[in-house]
């Protein structure tokens, strides 16, 4: 991703499984992390611990990033992010996807943890494609 | 000419789905030509 500096945005939709206990919490972290300007930080860490996830581990990720604790501990336990958790898995209904992590490069749909090497292929496909 | 028809109809069998941003959380510029949109599970 870093790679492609200016060229390359990454957008993030989250579609927690309902079956695993922490995948709804953890994409709640991630947006309580991103109301207080640290989303990637959060991203990043809840990528590296997983799956330690419950919501004591949370806080102290939170904590390790230096987010406001009080208010990230009201933001999960409130559910405050939960319409736009629940958006995302509408959308992700909609279009039929049942894994993840599933990708949209430029709308061309990969399913599933491909070789990185994968989605670097199309990746450069579109960036070519682009330049024409 | 042929090789042009033929690239020209592997291009067309790429579907293309229409995935809304909503102003999910997002990592560089609105002008990339690139967008990447990932639906995630952390656990």
């Known amino acids: ?132 | 000419m042929l090789i042009s028809i033929l690239v020209g109809t592997s291009f067309a069998e790429i579907t293309r789905y229409s995935v809304p941003l909503d102003g999910s959380p997002s990592l560089g510029p609105n002008s990339a030509s690139v967008t990447i949109i990932e639906f995630i599970d952390y656990q």
């Open chain 1, 1 to 132: 991703m870093k790679e492609y500096g200016q060229k390359v945005r990454l957008v993030i939709k989250f579609y927690p499984y309902k079956y695993r206990d922490f995948a709804r919490i953890s994409a709640g972290a991630a947006l309580a992390a991103y109301d207080q300007g640290k989303f990637w930080e959060m991203h990043r860490l809840l990528l590296k611990r997983s799956p330690k996830l419950d919501r004591t581990n949370l806080i102290t990720y939170a904590k390790e990033i230096g987010l406001d604790a009080d208010k990230f501990r009201e933001s999960l336990d409130t559910r405050k992010n939960d319409g736009i958790i629940e958006r995302d898995v509408k959308l992700a209904l909609s279009l039929d996807l049942y894994n993840t992590p599933t990708f949209f490069i430029n709308g061309r749909r990969v399913i599933g943890d491909v070789p990185y090497e994968y989605l670097k292929k199309i990746v450069l496909e579109e960036l070519n494609a682009a330049k024409k």
